[in-house]
T-cell receptor
Framework: QKEVEQDPGPLSVPEGAIVSLNCTYS??????FMWYRQYSRKGPELLMY????GNKEDGRFTAQVDKSSKYISLFIRDSQPSDSATYLC????????????FGAGTRLFVKA | DTEVTQTPKHLVMGMTNKKSLKCEQH?????MYWYKQKAKKPPELMFV???????INESVPSRFSPECPNSSLLNLHLHALQPEDSALYLC??????????????FGDGTRLSIL
């Protein structure tokens, strides 16, 4: 079993839809949770960074962490064609150095 | 534009060539990373430098040789690579805080093709 599970998609939605992206994990030691967006032929861009459980909002993006269920989500409101990209969840333990564990990435297509 | 700059953006080399990838950041970060990313896969960690010292080597073959000349620069020296080494090579940096690290910021990578 992988430490982090993420559906690779692709996920196709119409413009303006609310998008829900999710990851599950098995290691209860994870405390730091990130979402990265990666456009084709570009490096991953940090979107959201949260510590432990709870919600965090930034513009059209909301990140949720449910540590009791070992489940994290990224919601995108009013999705735009420019949101079409691969979204990678990532997580790290409280201690234990610099290793970040990535999900497989979900490919998202927003149709105009 | 990202704050982590990688050069060159593209590199094509033969299996007997020697080349180097370069990464530069001016954010004052003291941890720097090399990742390898194959198509439709997540990044795979190769090396981590913390305060200019090699902290992690993920059992990477010796044909890849990292170097951290100063706190802003990270190099990856390549020699006698194999076709399966063709990939996007990503550099990242972060600010280490006592006991834990801040999230990594990535460059746009060098797309490497081995002939």
């Amino acid at each position: 079993q992988k430490e982090v599970e993420q559906d690779p998609g692709p996920l196709s939605v119409p413009e303006g839809a609310i998008v829900s992206l999710n990851c599950t994990y098995s290691n209860s030691a994870f405390q730091y949770f990130m979402w990265y967006r990666q456009y084709s032929r570009k490096g991953p861009e940090l979107l959201m960074y949260t510590y432990s459980s709870g919600n965090k909002e930034d513009g059209r993006f909301t990140a949720q962490v449910d540590k009791s269920s070992k489940y994290i989500s990224l919601f995108i409101r009013d999705s735009q064609p420019s949101d079409s990209a691969t979204y990678l969840c990532a997580m790290r333990r409280e201690t234990g150095g610099f290793k970040t564990i990535f999900g497989a990435g979900t490919r998202l297509f927003v149709k105009a | 534009d990202t704050e982590v700059t990688q050069t060159p953006k593209h590199l094509v080399m033969g299996m007997t060539n020697k080349k180097s990838l370069k990464c530069e950041q001016h954010m004052g970060h003291r941890a720097m990373y090399w990742y390898k990313q194959k198509a439709k896969k997540p990044p795979e960690l190769m090396f981590v430098y913390s305060y200019e010292k090699l902290s992690i080597n993920e059992s990477v073959p010796s044909r890849f040789s990292p170097e951290c000349p100063n706190s802003s620069l990270l190099n990856l020296h390549l020699h006698a690579l194999q076709p399966e080494d063709s990939a996007l090579y990503l550099c990242a940096s972060s600010h280490p805080v006592r006991g834990r690290d801040q999230p990594q910021h990535f460059g746009d990578g060098t797309r490497l093709s081995i002939l």
